[in-house]
């Protein structure tokens, strides 16, 4: 089992960058791949990013190609969401999932474990 405590979220101008980080707790971090979701009030809970469990493998969102960049440091038990030239359709409350394989997934109903989310608003 694996708790996940989300942070770094705010309120930004668009065009600004934020980083957000999830530290997981347990021994076992490097055996799951993770996953970034956001839910925007209204909306249901989109995939953002995914990463394998060792960093190499990767996987977006169309609509965050090319501006975010999901990481992660093993030896930290820690994940990123580097999230450059927000928009203000960005704006929503940010979780990081956690699931037990070597394979990334952008389905949230296979993710197992969740953080509480962090907030981020992006002001036009």
């Known amino acids: 089992q694996v708790q996940l405590v989300e942070s770094g979220g705010g309120l930004v101008q668009a065009g600004d960058s934020l980083r957000l980080s999830c530290a997981a707790s347990?021994?076992?971090?490097?055996?799951?791949?993770m996953g970034w979701f956001r839910q925007a009030p209204g909306k249901e809970r989109e995939f953002v990013s995914a990463?394998?469990?060792?960093?190499?493998?990767?996987d977006y969102a169309d609509s965050v190609k090319g501006r975010f960049t999901i990481s992660r440091d093993n030896a930290k038990n820690t994940l990123y969401l580097q999230m450059n030239s927000l928009k203000p359709e960005d704006t929503a409350v940010y979780y990081c999932?956690?699931?037990?394989?070597?394979?990334?997934?952008?389905?949230?109903?296979?993710?197992?474990?969740w953080g509480q989310g962090t907030q981020v608003t992006v002001s036009s």
């Open positions: 347990g021994r076992t971090f490097s055996s799951y791949a």
């Open positions: 999932a956690a699931r037990p394989s070597i394979y990334t997934d952008n389905a949230a109903r296979r993710y197992d474990y």
């Open positions: 990463i394998n469990w060792s960093g190499v493998v990767t």
